[in-house]
């Protein structure tokens, strides 16, 4: 299934049409600064402890598009740590004010006929990775070990910038999108990861499809920032 295709199916509006197209232009010109930037950044990962590399892939694009983060200091969400790549991008290259990082570091179980892959990881080394690889930034960070429907039920503060990388499900991806929205400052940016990840048989139980959904739900109180081939940033205004 190509991805225009995708896109249709899953109930794209016009804006994320337009993203993708304005933003694969644009990759074909920071092709070169885009390859520098990851291989740098993967140099650093490297010293620490990692099963898998799921994020470093991200980081041209993070650090771009957040480059304004540079001067603020800023509270940040990220729902799905697994083993602390997120975070310590974000302790590498900003200066945050609070950083939350919330996973239940359980595997996740299969649903409609697939599953979100990860069934067989060791999740208390996967967590233990997290633990090492923050502990040189033991008191500037919060760790909740849970899942992200009770952080968001206790949470009493908001945030500026809020990455949602927890369950692939549909119906999780709607609510974790609808509990980050309403938890987002004005101008705050919200990054969703594997918007085109499409492993459960129902298009209705993908990523894609649940945040389509949730877009057309705050028509006109958002701008698309970025479309990657992974993920997705908009800014609340």
């Not at 996973?103 to 208390?124: C, H, I, N, Q, V």
């Not at 959904?213 to 701008?223: A, D, M, R, W």
Request: with cysteine; charged share 30%.
């Amino acid at each position: 299934m190509n991805i225009l295709f995708y896109l249709i199916v899953t109930k794209a509006n016009k804006k994320i049409f337009f993203a993708y197209f304005r933003n694969f232009i644009l990759n074909f010109f920071n092709k070169k600064k885009r390859k520098i930037f990851i291989n740098n950044y993967r140099k650093f990962l490297n010293t620490k402890k990692y099963t898998f590399d799921f994020f470093s892939q991200n980081t041209f694009d993070w650090n771009r598009i957040l480059l304004n983060f540079k001067e603020k200091n800023f509270n940040y969400l990220e729902v799905g740590s697994f083993e602390g790549n997120s975070a310590l991008f974000i302790f590498k290259f900003f200066n945050p004010k609070t950083v939350c990082c919330c996973d239940a570091w359980t595997p996740l179980p299969k649903r409609d006929g697939s599953d979100e892959g990860y069934a067989d990881f060791d999740m208390p080394t996967v967590e233990k990775n997290f633990d090492h690889n923050l502990k040189d930034y033991e008191n500037r960070f919060k760790k909740f070990k849970m899942k992200s429907d009770y952080f968001f039920q206790k949470n009493e503060i908001t945030f500026d910038l809020i990455y949602i990388d927890g369950s692939h499900f549909g119906e999780d991806v709607l609510k974790d999108s609808k509990s980050a929205w309403r938890i987002l400052n004005k101008d705050g940016i919200l990054i969703f990861d594997d918007y085109f990840w499409k492993s459960y048989k129902k298009i209705e139980s993908n990523p894609a499809y649940a945040i389509n959904t949730f877009l057309n739900s705050i028509s006109g109180k958002y701008e698309v920032l970025y479309l990657s081939k992974f993920q997705l940033f908009i800014k609340k205004l």
